[in-house]
């Protein structure tokens, strides 16, 4: 898991991204498409077209970071290109990593009886 500060924000790029694009590549696209400052701390998810792969670049201060996750089976959930920016939790980003709907996360056990 991403050690991910409760005070970082998490940004999806909605839409598809080539997934040939390194950590330069992606932060050049941070920069022209979504106007923010990809050296500012924040996280950034990218997804491509199959849906099974995604990307996060974060520059902690030190140095900038390039993660990759691929599904074995699914893909991952994305907001459609018509939603803009979209700005999520470090909570729905762990539910995200995990293939889990992070958009409607359900309990898998409720119990019935106290006791």
Known sequence: MIP???QVRIWLAVGR???RRGMQGLALQVQETLGRDPHAGDLY??????G???KIIWHDG????????RLEKGRF???SPADG???ISPAQLAYMLDGI?????RHTFRPQHAG
């Open 52 to 54: 099974n792969l995604i």
């Open 101 to 105: 709907d992070w958009r409607n996360p």
């Open 77 to 79: 959930l994305w907001p």
């Open 17 to 19: 991204t080539d997934m």
């Open 62 to 69: 030190l140095g900038m970071s390039l993660y990759a996750k």
């Open 45 to 50: 998810v990218f997804r491509g077209r199959s």
């Open 4 to 6: 991910v500060p409760s």
């Open 85 to 87: 920016t979209v700005s």
